[in-house]
């Protein structure tokens, strides 16, 4: 199960937002600027960066209740300011110093995901845009309407940062689903004989909304 420890709403504000669907293709300037892609956006191609995602969002899949997985096709950005930055966010573990360098430098711009998940879901790439969440008060849901609202949603997630040996990683996965819907926050892993499991008895930053 995909679990999340409580924190302040102050994370809502990483989920940079919404879905357009797009083609993932050589785009002109042009289409990059519609796109909203920025022109100095480089590809991921890191194999086991995307190995540790496709675990993440494995593990999501059950609180999603959604028969496709959609992924944002551009990767989180780290604020620049510190606002609502990992350093910001929580205490950095000694052993987990390098990857999380290894983290911030990779974050610093965006990058276009490739297909090259590993999902037990059928998932898609969705284009980056902003989600625009309604002020008025909803109506109460049904549990039906619920459930359709969650796995509508889309994961944002950044680039992994290791440490030089790949046995520690750090990695940013938010899941929005709507206005007041939605879940995120950073992950620790450990490499644990050849597979990536999220760190123990470390406290990590994440929020449930």
Not at 10 to 39: D, E, F, T, W, Y
Not at 62 to 73: D, F, Y
Not at 184 to 204: I, Q, S
Request: charged fraction near 20%; proline fraction near 4%; include cysteine.
């Amino acid at each position: 199960m995909y679990y999340f420890q409580t924190q302040s709403p102050m994370k809502i504000a990483l989920a940079s937002a919404l879905v357009v669907s797009i083609p993932l293709c050589g785009c002109s300037s042009r289409q990059r600027i519609q796109n909203h892609i920025p022109a100095n956006a480089g590809v991921y191609d890191d194999g086991e960066g995307y190995a540790v995602l496709s675990m993440l969002l494995n593990n999501a899949v059950p609180e999603t209740h959604g028969a496709i997985i959609r992924i944002n096709m551009l990767t989180h950005v780290e604020s620049v300011n510190g606002t609502h930055s990992l350093e910001d966010c929580m205490k950095i573990p000694e052993e987990f110093r390098e990857a999380a360098n290894d983290y911030e430098l990779r974050a610093k711009t965006a990058m276009l995901l490739r297909k090259k998940f590993t999902l037990k879901t059928p998932y898609d790439l969705a284009g980056e845009t902003r989600i625009v969440g309604s002020k008025a008060k909803p109506a109460s849901a049904t549990g039906t309407d619920s459930v359709a609202k969650i796995s509508s949603g889309v994961f944002y997630l950044s680039p992994v940062g290791f440490d030089a040996n790949h046995t520690h990683a750090i990695t940013y996965a938010n899941y929005i689903c709507g206005n007041r819907c939605g879940w995120g926050g950073f992950h620790l892993l450990v490499n644990n004989a050849g597979r990536w499991e999220e760190a123990k008895d470390v406290t990590a930053c994440t929020w449930h909304y």
